[in-house]
T-cell receptor, first 113, second 116 residues
């Protein structure tokens, strides 16, 4: 399985944008890039996903590099409620691995007033 | 719309007892996944089930652990003769269809198992 690399932790101030990076240099052509987050004492929550083009939804934006070897999750205005562990996950449906999610260690985002 | 439901939320067992964890998927979802999160570690996939079928159990320990998803009722993760190392948070997720690379999994709040 292609692996992802994320910083262990990042800090942000409330109401400022946050850019969470993810490196996936061994990504295959069919891998989708997914982001989930896990708030304290809760189950993971879907954030966003994409394949090649940048994506926007009500929670965040996903910027994907042209060579797809990296991506960035963008929270436009961080709030205290965004403090969580953010996971960047690759999913390859062609290998049947599209069913399970393979979580790494993620990035712990701390948001301060 | 009810999300994925898990019960109990907290479960305490003594070594050697059995633990049964239940998961009711979201309405309209026929695919269920179980994950385990050991203390201070990331989530690890355990098993993927569809109604009455185990599709992928590559993450399940070979002994003492079993899972089912009957035609009627919730999915059950069963741990026999629990040991202290089984203490963890167990999360269930569900999806509408099988993995296409885009299918979103919706997670429940988890069951926190403590083995004394």
């Amino acid at each position: 399985d292609a692996k992802t690399t994320q910083p262990n932790s990042m800090e942000s101030n409330e109401e400022e944008p946050v850019h969470l990076p993810c490196n996936h240099s061994t990504i295959s052509g069919t891998d989708y890039i997914h982001w989930y987050r896990q708030l304290p004492s809760q189950g993971p929550e879907y954030v966003i996903h994409g394949l090649t083009s940048n994506v926007n939804n009500r929670m965040a934006s996903l910027a994907i590099a042209e060579d797809r070897k990296s991506s960035t999750l963008i929270l436009h205005r961080a709030t205290l409620r965004d403090a969580a562990v953010y996971y960047c996950i690759l999913r390859d449906p062609s290998e049947g691995g599209g069913n399970k999610l393979t979580f790494g260690t993620g990035t712990q985002l701390k948001v301060e007033l | 719309n009810a999300g994925v439901m898990q019960n109990p939320r907290h479960l305490v067992r003594r070594r050697g007892q059995e633990a049964r964890l239940r998961c009711s998927p979201m309405k309209g979802h026929s695919h269920v996944y179980w994950y385990r999160q050991l203390p201070e570690e990331g989530l690890k996939f355990m098993v993927y089930l569809q109604k009455e079928n185990i599709i992928d159990e590559s993450g399940m320990p070979k002994e003492r652990f079993s899972a089912e998803f009957p035609k009627e009722g919730p999915s059950i993760l069963r741990i026999q003769q629990v040991v202290r190392g089984d203490s963890a948070a167990y999360f269930c997720a569900s999806s509408r269809g099988q993995g296409s690379g885009q299918e979103t999994q919706y997670f429940g709040p988890g069951t926190r198992l403590l083995v004394l």
